[in-house]
Nanobody, 127 residues
Framework: QVQLVESGGGSVQAGGSLRLSCAAS????????MGWFRQVPGKEREGVAV???????SYVDSVKGRFTISKDHAKNTLDLAMNSLKLEDTAMYYC?????????????????????WGQGTQVTVSS
């Protein structure tokens, strides 16, 4: 059974940085497609960044140049380095995973493509 546990969330001032990590058990991160998603109460879940099993990367436009998604194969974690944080980055951030035989998922930024989810970690950016 695949389990995902996020960590690293917290409160930070605008312009600051945070690094989220998602520890995976029951799966090897190098072999699955994974992603970070976020949700604000009352709004739809949004794909933030995804990474395939063969190097495919994709980011939502609003975080390009500020966020970096990566896999730590030694630790078996999925990470998200977030720099130059903005007020609008405030949300609950979720880690997700899915099998992907071809190395990437069609419509990879669509959360419905992912079977396994973590419990989330809150990121709050203040002015």
């Amino acid at each position: 059974q695949v389990q995902l546990v996020e960590s690293g969330g917290g409160s930070v001032q605008a312009g600051g940085s945070l690094r989220l990590s998602c520890a995976a058990s029951g799966a090897t991160v190098s072999r699955v497609c994974m992603g970070w998603f976020r949700q604000v109460p009352g709004k739809e879940r949004e794909g933030v960044a995804v990474i395939g099993s063969r190097g495919f990367l994709s980011y939502v436009d609003s975080v390009k140049g500020r966020f970096t998604i990566s896999k730590d194969h030694a630790k078996n974690t999925l990470d998200l380095a977030m720099n130059s944080l903005k007020l609008e980055d405030t949300a609950m951030y979720y880690c997700a995973a899915a099998t992907c035989v071809l190395g990437s998922l069609p419509s990879a930024m669509n959360g419905t493509k992912y079977r396994y989810w973590g419990q989330g970690t809150q990121v709050t950016v203040s002015s």
